[in-house]
């Protein structure tokens, strides 16, 4: 069923609306809410939970006979509307970001007022997922983000079955972010970071999108799910386990590697090349044997850009 | 005494781009006797020009002070005018390319990204003066009057500075942990006192603003022995009210449309007095009245017409002792 969470003015085009869809039987809360979509650029995430709606109503509809949805899940695909039609990170009349905008409230700002619909919505479900991808620049293996984690969520995030969870302290500066409000309430958080912005990658979505089937099934929402015997171990990165890459030289990057493949220590990833005179003036090589967990999208390099991120197995 | 000035204009950071071309970050100094260093940035947000023409003012008076008594500059002023280069020569509010509010970045680090490094630079060049003003210029849509802003942490230092610096209003805000990466917060914790100056409105000067405020941080200066005690300054001719928030009411938009002021911007109002309308283009009425929910001055005005339901039109502060 689809519901407006918010239905809103503009000053000169018609109001607009930040719809959800609320699947499975009725109840107080949804057992499960899932989010995309607060930055308007980051498309893997909104194409995602559009795919999941998809697929959770032909199961209300009786389309998959075996499974049956037995509690609510509410799904916003997309929060920044206007942000995905113009794609844009950011709100854009005031190109705030609405993940800093949290917990909101209803006589604020306008990104106050929408920030605060959609923690009502979601803030008393059990299990809360946030869809981000790294910026158009960067990509990122699919991942659970843990920030701050208490020990039931780290249990948790390895039912999703992605190759790679990596924990993060909550910094000060997330302090206005929807997790960070999320987090005042009982249930659990997770970030789930897929790709790059601006573009949908095929393979992330489809492997983002199995495994939120699987969670659903692992966390009873949705019976009769097969649960696939995972051909890859989860693994559980803590944050000293990145060695990251920085650009010493400005110039042009190329590399045709592929996130979410392991890599030797020494091995070449990449090559920067002088802009102008097209030199090769430096080969890119991973600091350590671990798993490609991110690599720069944009070959244009400032001095001191992060090209790669290798994690090291523990 | 030396009675000289020695100002120069140099490169303090430089980073190289994708295609030769280097991204070089400027100050300029005048260097008089060994009395106290003090600095000026401006420009970290692109669109804010203000404090740009207000370095530009201090250089004019400073010039003129070579000129004519060089021996009256007792320390070392130093002007960052223009941090976000590349923002300023792009009509860019943030850093282009990261897509970063560069006073969010503080204080930075040495090995990182560009917004990063640049902030560790600028972090290590204002480190240890006596002071040093940030001076910020609203946004393209709020005009504001000459303020202050200080975070409560901090304001047994640096609210009798921001007395003596001939604005018209200081405001004490509560301690938010995302402005704990802004370079003030960041210099403040670090013992270096930093002040916030917000006024006029992005994208413009308001040359009149930025006399007033030259003649204030002119004072400042001389009361910290940066200037010598007897050199002749412009007059101070404002004295700030105090804000906090307990009495600054935010007006937002009930509706989306245009805002029209039927007020000017820092005058007295009175409790239910109307400050602007929303109307809407398409036809003739008039979709929402805004009216002032105290007695009070309004301090900030919206100067960009279109909004949006939420979007913040004006600011009023209560007088103590008016009706609210």
Known sequence: ?314 | MSGKILMKTETFFTIDMPYRERMDIRRTLFSGGDGSRVAVVAGLHGDELEGLYVCHRLAAWLEELQKTSPANLLGTVELYPAVNTLGLDTLTRGLPVFDTDLNRAFPGSTGGPLPERLAAALMSALSGAALVVDIHASNIYLREIPQVRINQDFDDLLVPIARRMNLDLIWLHGAATVLETTVAHSLNSRATPCLVVEMGVGMRITPDYCDQLVAGILAVWKDMGVLAPDVALPAITHMPLIADDSNVHYLNAQTSGMFVSSTSHWTDVRRGELLGTIVSPFHGGVLSEVRSPVDGILFTLREYPLVYEGSLMARVMARAGGRS
Request: proline content about 5%.
């Open chain 1, 1 to 314: 069923m689809k519901r407006n969470l918010l239905c809103m003015t503009a000053p000169v085009r018609e109001g607009f609306d930040i719809p959800c869809h609320e699947i499975g039987p009725k109840s107080a809360h949804p057992a499960v809410a899932l989010v995309a979509g607060l930055h308007g650029d980051e498309i893997n995430g909104v194409f995602i939970l559009s795919r999941l709606a998809d697929f959770l109503n032909s199961v209300e509809e009786g389309k998959y006979p075996e499974l049956k949805l037995v509690k609510r899940v509410l799904i916003i695909p997309a929060v920044n509307v206007l942000g995905v039609n113009l794609r844009t990170r950011t709100w854009p009349f005031d190109k705030t970001d609405l993940n800093r905008m949290f917990p909101g409230n209803t006589i604020g700002e306008t990104t106050e007022r929408i920030a605060y619909a959609v923690l009502e919505a979601t803030k008393r479900a059990d299990y809360r997922i946030d869809i981000h991808t790294a910026s158009a620049d960067f990509e990122e293996v699919p991942q659970v983000r843990l920030h701050g984690p208490s020990d039931a969520e780290r249990a948790t995030a390895r039912m999703f079955g992605l190759t790679a969870v990596m924990e993060r302290s909550l910094s000060p500066v997330f302090t206005t972010t929807m997790m960070a409000s999320w987090k005042v309430w009982p249930g659990e958080s997770f970030v789930l970071r897929v790709g790059q912005a601006g573009t949908v990658q095929l393979d992330h979505c489809q492997r983002v999108f199995r495994s939120l089937v699987s969670f659903l099934g692992r966390v009873g929402v949705l019976e009769g799910v097969q649960i696939a015997v995972e051909d890859e171990e989860v693994c559980y990165f803590e944050k000293s386990s990145a060695f990251r890459v920085y650009a010493e030289k400005a110039g042009t990057f190329v590399s045709d590697r592929q996130v979410g493949r392991w890599v030797r220590a020494g091995q070449e990833l990449g090559y920067i090349y002088d802009s102008f005179s097209g030199h090769v003036i430096e080969k890119v090589v991973s600091p350590v044997p671990g798993l490609l967990t991110g690599i720069r999208r944009h070959p244009l390099l400032f001095e001191g850009d992060l090209i790669l991120r290798v994690n090291r197995k523990s």
